[in-house]
C-alpha cells in the first residue's frame, strides 16, 4: 500500500511532485531522478513508480530496470546513478542524524534517540531529506509534528 504524508497533501493527488516514497526508492535503487524526468512520466507510470515494490535485491533491480526503461522513453540517456550507501541513516535506529537533531533545535524540538526509534525508515527518510538545505525546508515542521515529536503550536 502506497503511504504518502500528509505535508506532501497539496501535490499528491496530482503526483506533480516526486513523493517521499518514490524518493525512497530512488535512493534505494541508486537513481537521480530529476523533477524533469518525472514530469515528462504520463500518471500511469508516475502511479506505477509510486506502487511498484522495491525491497528486496530483486525487486530493486527491477524497479530500477522499469524506471530507466521509462526515462529512456523520453531521453537521448538514462538518469544518473547514483551511489547506494549499504547502511543509510534512515536504517540506523540507534542514532540521530547531526543535520536532523540540528534542523529539529531550530524549532526547539530536541529530536532524542527514543523518538527516532520509534518513526519508520520512510519517516527517518523524510526528516533526512527535509533538513538539507533546498526548498523544501518548509515541510519540516510540519513533518514534525505529523510525526509526533512537535506540538502543533511551535514555530
Known amino acids: 500500500m ?3 504524508f500528509q505535508f506532501e497533501s497539496d501535490f499528491v493527488e496530482s503526483l506533480r ?7 525512497y526508492k ?5 537513481v537521480k531522478l530529476k523533477l524533469a524526468h518525472w514530469h515528462q512520466f504520463p ?3 508516475r502511479q506505477d513508480l509510486v506502487d511498484r515494490p522495491c525491497q528486496n535485491a530483486g525487486e530493486i533491480d527491477a524497479y530500477r530496470h522499469e524506471l530507466q526503461q521509462q526515462v529512456l522513453q523520453y531521453n537521448d540517456r538514462p538518469a544518473k546513478d547514483l551511489d547506494v550507501d549499504p547502511n543509510p541513516p534512515w536504517l540506523n535506529p540507534a542514532e ?3 543535520a536532523v537533531g540540528e534542523k529539529a533545535r531550530e524549532f526547539n524540538v530536541n529530536l532524542t534517540v527514543k523518538q ?13 531529506k527535509l533538513s538539507r538545505s533546498g526548498h523544501e ?7 514534525l ?6 506540538n502543533s503550536v511551535q514555530d
Open 26 to 30: 530512488l535512493d534505494t535503487c541508486g
Open 116 to 128: 527516532w526509534q520509534t518513526l519508520t525508515p520512510l519517516q527517518r527518510f523524510a526528516l533526512i
Open 17 to 23: 511532485c516526486i513523493p517521499m516514497q518514490v524518493r
Open 96 to 98: 540521530v542524524p547531526e
Open 2 to 4: 502506497s503511504e504518502f
Open 137 to 143: 525546508n518548509r515541510n519540516f515542521l510540519p513533518a
Open 43 to 45: 500518471e500511469s507510470v
Open 145 to 150: 509534528r505529523e510525526f509526533g515529536l512537535a
